[in-house]
């Protein structure tokens, strides 16, 4: 995994002043209260001394441990690491990195020894382990915060945002907590002088990034992987109804556009009359050579709608309840990293489905449409449900609608002989899963060329649970009750007026429903 000091950079504004502040506010409230001598900090300490002597008194083994892992997990130990990471770094050519790793250890190794020679603090009575020197600040806790701060900013840097990135910053915290413990167990330290400790060497770290990503900004280069010059213009469609906080969401998207060489967005914002066709086409006319789409399946599937067959990519960011485009492309969910996919991915061909029938105004969907059940649950999860409990509005009104009656209802694929059903509910998929990564339809490719379809009939009540059942465990087999099928096109027509549904929005009732796919004609953003 190549090195990008990009990933380890603040997410929101005035987060890089929070990363040094912090650390920085603890050590001069610890450090201050120590040279003072303030009476409530000394009793404290000596209380939590006087506990940790009898929890470790007497133990042999336990104190056994506790000095060997001083021994082991010491000072010298944690900067010979961090060394050895940073002859790695300068082998790759990661030069300014390496040097940033080498300048904190030199200037942990001279500051927190030196910055013993200020205080005069007594270490505690009955200590379980020979130490000399001042006790404040404790110098194996300096280290610890130190080796913490480097090893997480290194682990940022290498890896993407995961559960393996997150195991491993945990693993970094966890042995920086365990090398303080270790000093109050040991009765060496009181415990404000292994808070000092681990604030200073956090201090210290935290500076010196600060320095590194001013003195070495992470400048925009070519995308691996891509030809000719990089895009310049992008613009930005959000739904404004979607954002807590504008400003902020603004300042977020402003500063990745400056990272990876893009101008300042042009923003446009959706409205309730218009849920962004206007806005798209305004985009296309002022020259934008990407479109970030910030809001819903709505949103996003009006964006792709104006995009497709255009050439010009559409980045996600999803602000919405389902976000089923998202979660098919496996794109992240989480605000910055959506935006970092959209500023610094790759483009994806994938398909996109035409759709029209009675009172329907010719247009396009990404994910799914369907009439019957899955569009009365649609309708069923108000906004202001959706709002307040989330996903599980679907659940709720999912509940509500499964005495929803069949309807009988003629398919036609690829203009084949007519086939006819009394189902619950029939859905045209472009993609598989949908919310709550359920896998409805688990052989469709959102790139393969081809729409599917997926016929609901449960006989009664409790069917549902055999259909739920064979529907999670991605069984393929087919009958009266769940069929599936395949084309490049469809139609749906039913008996009655039936409620219908576009990626999640509900559209107006109606007979008939007319899908055809357009292969590889929009381009999406997605992580390279």
């Known amino acids: 995994m190549p090195l990008d000091i990009r990933r380890a950079q603040p997410r929101r504004p005035g987060s890089q002043a929070a990363w040094i502040g912090v650390p920085l506010l603890v050590l001069a409230v610890t450090t201050t209260l120590v040279a003072l001598e303030w009476s409530p900090l000394l009793e404290l300490d000596q209380d939590l001394a006087d506990a940790a002597y009898d929890f470790s008194s007497g133990n042999d083994t336990w104190v056994s441990f506790l000095r060997w892992f001083a021994d082991w997990v010491g000072p010298m130990t944690l900067r010979i690491a961090v060394l050895v990471v940073a002859v790695v770094l300068l082998i790759r050519r990661h030069v300014r990195f390496a040097l940033w790793m080498i300048l904190v250890t030199a200037v942990e190794w001279i500051v927190a020894p030196a910055s013993k020679v200020l205080f005069d603090r007594e270490r505690p009575a009955n200590a379980l382990d020979v130490a000399s020197g001042s006790s404040y600040p ?220 009675d009172g329907i105004e010719d247009t396009c969907f990404t994910v799914m449409a369907g009439l019957g059940l899955d569009a009365a649950i649609m309708h069923g999860a108000a906004d202001e449900m959706k709002a307040r409990m989330g996903s599980t509005a679907y659940v709720v009104s999912a509940l509500r609608q499964m005495r929803y009656p069949a309807v009988r209802v003629e398919i036609t694929v690829d203009d084949g002989e007519p086939m006819h059903y009394r189902a619950r509910t029939v859905v045209v998929g472009n993609v ?42 991605r069984r393929r087999r087919t009958d009266d009750r769940l069929d599936r099928m395949r084309g490049r096109s469809v139609v749906l027509r039913v008996e009655k007026p039936t409620p219908r549904q576009l990626d999640g929005d509900t559209i107006p009732d109606g007979q008939e429903v007319r899908a055809q796919v357009f292969a590889g004609t929009l381009l999406v953003r997605v992580p390279r």
């Open 138 to 357: 404790s110098g194996h806790a300096a280290a610890a915060g130190y080796f913490a701060a480097v090893a997480i900013l290194t682990t940022m840097a290498l890896l993407p945002r995961g559960w393996w990135r997150r195991t491993l910053c945990a693993l970094w915290v966890a042995i920086g907590v365990a090398v303080g413990l270790d000093r109050i167990f040991l009765i060496v330290h009181f415990p404000s002088d292994v808070i000092g400790g681990w604030a200073l060497g956090v201090v210290i770290v935290m500076i010196g990034w600060a320095l590194l990503l001013r003195l070495a900004p992470p400048t925009p280069g070519p995308v691996p992987g891509s030809t000719g010059p990089r895009p310049s213009r992008v613009a930005v469609i959000v739904n404004p109804t979607k954002i807590v906080d504008p400003e902020a969401f603004r300042a977020q998207m402003s500063a990745a556009a400056l990272v990876h060489g893009w101008q300042e967005p042009i923003w446009f914002e959706t409205t309730p009359e218009d849920p962004g066709t206007s806005m798209a086409e305004a985009a296309l006319s002022a020259g934008a050579e990407m479109v970030i789409a910030a809001g819903g399946d709505g949103t996003v599937r009006v964006v792709c709608t104006e995009l497709a067959r255009t050439g010009v990519p559409v980045g996600i960011v999803p602000l919405g309840t389902g976000n089923l485009l998202t979660r098919n492309l496996g794109l992240p969910l989480h605000i910055g990293d959506a935006i970092e996919v959209a500023m610094s991915g790759q483009d994806r061909a994938v398909d996109i489905v035409g759709l029209s029938g």
């Open 432 to 473: 598989g899963a949908i919310t709550g990564g359920i896998p409805l339809i688990p052989d469709a490719r959102i790139d393969d060329g081809l729409i599917d379809v997926v016929v609901i009939a449960p006989v009664r009540t409790w069917g549902w649970l055999a259909l739920i059942w064979r529907v999670l465990t």
